[in-house]
């Protein structure tokens, strides 16, 4: 016997569709390193016209080269902060742009640290790499320190050079002393404020590596446990379609760019020969990942995601 095959019936939509939500949920990315938990915190994104600020190329080679990545400007660029619990202490590097670059870019750091099951009052230390907006912006809501408890600490060649002066000088925006005065003379004020140099230990397995150039005081953390080894490397580089694969190029925002360009090849060449975990303030979130050597290019290797379902119980309790 024959049955003929039909084309299946459609019932008639009862509901209109569900409308587009088009928001990102809050965004933290949790790993453990040694005995301490380690979670990426985003605070959004901004958009960045790569070929206006990118120096030392051209606007052609820059567009040449985000396209090998699918990528054309605008550009957004991810605005990362990590937070160390080392079981003793809760260190929070960098804090987002809060509410300086105006509303929708960037902002989103307080809403991501409380996903990620903390509150801003539980941070012990606020280390900064450097005073720059888009790292220290998040310090302050108002003339309300946002993280009432913590310890701020940063280079003191940052300090004395964002904070000591009234006026900005060479190609510096003024802005920008403005605003690190805004965010950071509260927390001196309420003598929360301390300096540290290169080399220091902040808290036992995390310490500071000098990476000047970017800005006067810039500084890289090296956190380690157990002989795992992650380096947050700030902002020694922006835009990873374009300087991996040609390190020499800088930004305008570079306050010695020579500087900064030697630093990104130095410590570039060492994480990759290492095989250093590390961690960027721009590269796509949660900017985690190692670099491998090609020539004198690199390729960025993302860190493998974990759901967190075989790590050890024993190292959860600090939690």
Do not use: C
Not at 78 to 84: D, E, R, T
Not at 181 to 196: I, S
Not at 266 to 271: E, L, N, P
């Amino acid at each position: 016997m024959w049955v003929l095959a039909t084309a299946p019936v459609i019932p008639t939509a009862v509901h209109a569709a569900a409308p587009q939500v088009r928001t990102q949920a809050p965004g933290f990315h949790r790993m453990l390193l040694g005995d301490f938990e380690v979670t990426a915190l985003s605070d959004g994104t901004v958009p960045q016209t790569v070929r206006d600020v990118a120096t030392h190329t051209t606007p052609e080679r820059v567009k040449e080269l985000l396209s090998r990545d699918h990528l054309e400007d605008p550009v957004e660029l991810s605005i990362n902060a990590f937070l160390v619990n080392t079981g003793k202490a809760l260190v929070l590097v960098d804090t987002g742009v809060g509410g300086l670059f105006g509303p929708d870019v960037g902002g989103r750091l307080q809403q991501s640290l409380q996903a990620a099951g903390y509150q801003p009052a539980q941070i012990d230390v606020v280390l900064l790499t450097h005073i720059h907006s888009d790292h220290s912006g998040g310090l302050m809501s108002g003339a309300r320190r946002l993280f009432p408890n913590a310890l701020l600490q940063v280079h003191a060649r940052e300090a004395d050079f964002w904070l000591g002066r009234d006026k900005g000088t060479g190609t510096v925006d003024p802005k920008y002393f403005e605003e690190a005065r805004a965010m950071v003379e509260p927390y001196r004020a309420a003598g929360k404020l301390r300096t540290f140099g290169g080399g220091d230990t902040i808290v036992p397995g995390i310490r500071v590596m000098p990476t000047t150039g970017h800005t006067p005081g810039h500084s890289s953390f090296i956190i380690e446990s157990r002989r795992q080894r992650l380096v947050l490397f700030g902002d020694l580089m922006h835009f990873g379609s374009v300087q991996l694969r040609e390190p020499s190029v800088t930004v305008a925002y570079d306050v010695d760019d020579r500087s900064a360009a030697a630093q990104r090849a130095r410590v570039f060449s060492d994480a990759a020969a290492r095989g250093d975990l590390i961690g960027l303030s721009h590269m796509p979130f949660p900017g985690l990942g190692r670099l491998s050597a090609e020539g004198r290019n690199y390729r960025w290797v993302p860190l493998n995601y974990s759901s967190g379902q075989r790590w050890p119980e024993a190292r959860l309790s600090a939690e």
